[in-house]
């Protein structure tokens, strides 16, 4: 062990500077944790406790208060700023009336700082309970809807029958008297009252039911409703038995009020949008719920409690302390004629302090990448401004929207041609066929071709006969579904899944003949639609009884490489793929014709982009490409209004549109590129052509 005497030097943000002494380091450059005892450095001159580098090694100590609550009243924050301007000199209480001029200046100034939207202590947890078919829901101002600031779920733990005004549930934990509760009903309606007394797992309610509810049905309790918040920033439907939170799309205003069937039930939502009115809050949701089961909860911010009497503290944390009565001094300074020199000083010193404490109140961004968060109509009526069809302030005609909608889905289209949409690739799987070397992709193919992620694998639990429609199998396949099983005789049978009981299918169609307990068994929900591209593709050999699946890349051949191969379903391992993107289905070919159904052909495929559906729809783009499909749009339509020739218009306008559309695209495409292999080497097609 070296003892030494070492100068531990801390700085905070440029306001003070600590210098202690600092020792105790061990032979090998840092410290020896066995020598601390009890926050003790033994070996230090004096026994010291460590400082410096180390920290600090409690909050409390020889001259130290052990407090960290300061938070002043309102009349020392207003005192010290009266100080500040020379309104009242240094242990002078202000006159009554000033006193109460700067409290309304000082509520004034802090509900000014609102709008900045820079107060994370003010953020808080919400969640409106949701009824069928209502998209509208008040929040504060004596709301009937219920708006909870935190709540229980739990369940009724036995049947409730109409007209009882007391329910059983499996947890009264968190439900107390006063406090709100609803109960779902089998109607599907969530019916709310208040708590009168609870007595074990029994809750008393002030009013009976209107209909029965089943054991099992979801309960809510909460005791401490939301105020009207100044913004919602963001929102998840939330399961209540499950639990599970889905991400909600905002909506302006615009967006909401252009919804056709508000109030019409169509599910789960998936958007919202929340109007801050004056006494009370709006908070919409996009489709209207089925069913009470799902709630929404939201993330808000919360209005700053008012400053009432001298003893009240100001709704902010300590650090904004000094920036609060700074900037009281700047707003009560031209009421006390305070000399220019020493306003200026005063501004300057506030703007600062604001700038410090606002940059400190900001939380760290999330990264993660999210779904494209602009509706279609909102992105058409930013191009129709840009191209001049429209005025900044003007709401498009209905005729100038359709047109536009058209045009974007054909510009979206062209840009397929491209490639480069690396968020529309996906992993897939052709399983393969003794003997068969093509094989259609896309809606109505018999073949099996399905996305891998939606893929179940499993085996047969019992044997299957000739003629047999019911097999047993594996949990994990649903109804409806395509299902594949690997026949003794080799081949796979594809048939549908006709009903689901435990782990007994019933199959569309008989099995041809006999397939062992232990056979492979491959079932998925959909057929895949035709991609635009299959650029690489590997043959999956299957795992074997507890060996695992081996991928190996297969040889990519041009349409004429295939066409020259001489012998196109000689059998045995495939090697080579050939993919034709025709207009109904795509076709993928294979070389040579698989001897047996041991392998599949594993293949990336880029998909086409979704179409969009109508001006609500969220397009199939990831958010860096709004600008460029905004700007494109805007070129798109240019000569549809502003004419096509040099006369008509403003043709330098087209060219400064034009230029920033291509480069906004050209940055969009350059990110959408994934890193590149670099590989080297020679090869020869089997027609004897270098490839």
Not at 130 to 142: A, D, F, T, V
Request: charged letters at 15%; hydrophobic letters at 45%; proline letters at 7%.
């Amino acid at each position: 062990m070296v003892c030494r005497l070492g100068l531990g030097l801390g700085l905070g943000l440029g306001l003070g500077l600590g210098l202690g002494l600092d020792g105790c380091w061990c032979g090998k450059g840092g410290r020896d944790a066995e020598c601390r005892i009890a926050g003790v450095w033994p070996c230090c001159p004096g026994g010291r406790a460590a400082g410096g580098g180390s920290g600090r090694q409690s909050l409390s100590g020889a001259g130290m208060s052990g407090s960290v609550g300061w938070n002043p009243g309102a009349s020392d924050i207003i005192s010290g700023a009266l100080r500040l301007i020379g309104a009242i000199a240094s242990g002078e209480v202000p006159p009554a009336n000033e006193y109460q001029d700067a409290l309304a200046a000082l509520n004034g100034l802090v509900k000014a700082w609102q709008a900045s939207g820079v107060h994370v202590w003010a953020m808080a947890e919400g969640t409106v309970f949701l009824q069928p078919g209502q998209g509208r829901y008040g929040i504060g101002g004596g709301s009937a809807d219920q708006v909870a600031q935190g709540y229980v779920a739990t369940m009724a733990g036995a049947p409730v029958v109409a007209g009882a005004a007391q329910v059983t549930v499996v947890a009264a934990a968190g439900i107390g008297v006063g406090s709100r509760i609803g109960i779902v009903l089998d109607a599907g309606v969530m019916f709310w009252s208040s708590v009168l007394s609870v007595v074990g797992e029994t809750v008393y309610l002030a009013g009976g039911l209107p209909g029965p509810a089943s054991a099992g049905a979801v309960v809510i309790g909460y005791g401490v409703p939301v105020g009207r918040p100044l913004k919602i920033v963001g929102a998840r439907a939330v399961d209540l038995v499950t639990g599970v939170e889905t991400p909600l799309i905002p909506m302006s205003r615009l967006d909401y009020a252009n919804l056709s069937g508000k109030g019409a039930p169509g599910g789960a939502p998936v958007q919202y949008f929340y109007d801050p009115q004056l006494e009370s809050g709006v908070f919409s949701v996009y489709p209207a719920p089925l069913t009470a089961r799902v709630a929404v909860t939201f993330t808000c911010q919360l209005p700053l409690q008012d400053i009432g009497g001298a003893a009240d503290r100001a709704d902010v944390p300590q650090e904004w302390i000094s920036a609060l009565r700074f900037a009281l001094a700047v707003e009560l300074a031209p009421e006390y004629d305070c000399p220019a020199q020493r306003f200026e000083m005063l501004r300057a010193m506030a703007a600062e302090k604001f700038a410090v404490v606002a940059q400190w109140d900001r939380e760290p961004e999330g990264t993660t990448t999210c779904p494209f968060s602009q509706p279609v109509y909102q992105m058409i009526a930013g191009a129709l401004r840009l191209c001049g069809a429209v005025g900044p302030q003007e709401v498009p005609r209905l005729g100038l929207v359709e047109n536009a909608f058209a045009s974007l889905n054909a510009m979206v289209r062209a840009w397929q041609a491209s490639g480069i949409h690396v968020w529309a690739e996906e992993d897939c799987t052709l399983f393969l066929q003794p003997g068969q070397v093509r094989y259609l992709i896309g809606a109505g193919s018999a073949d099996a071709v399905a996305v891998s992620s939606q893929c179940v694998g499993t085996v047969l639990a019992a044997a299957g006969v000739a003629a047999q429609v019911t097999v047993a199998t594996e949990a994990g396949i649903a109804a409806g579904w395509r299902v594949g099983i690997w026949l003794d005789g080799g081949g796979v049978f594809w048939t549908g899944v006709a009903a689901v009981a435990g782990v007994g299918l019933t199959l569309a169609s008989a099995l041809p003949s006999a397939a062992s307990e232990g056979a492979r068994v491959v079932a998925y929900p959909a057929p895949m639609v035709r991609p635009l591209r299959v650029p690489a593709a590997r043959r999956l050999q299957f795992a074997g009884s507890g060996g695992q699946a081996i991928e190996t890349p297969l040889v990519p051949m041009s349409r004429l490489d295939y066409a020259n191969v001489p012998n196109k379903t000689v059998p045995g391992v495939v090697t080579q793929f050939f993919y034709d993107p025709q207009l109904g289905a795509g076709v993928l070919h294979v070389w040579p014709a698989p001897a047996e159904s041991g392998s599949a052909v594993a293949f990336t495929a880029q998909r086409p982009l979704l179409a969009f559906a109508d001006l609500g729809a969220v397009p199939d783009f990831p958010d860096e490409w709004l600008a460029a499909m905004r700007w494109n749009l805007a070129a798109e339509l240019w000569p549809e209004y502003n004419g096509s020739g040099a006369a008509a218009g403003n043709p330098a306008q087209y060219v400064l549109l034009k230029q920033e559309a291509a480069g906004k695209l050209m940055m969009a495409q350059a990110w959408d590129r994934e890193p590149q292999s670099v590989l080297f080497g020679a090869g020869c097609g089997p027609a004897g052509r270098a490839g």
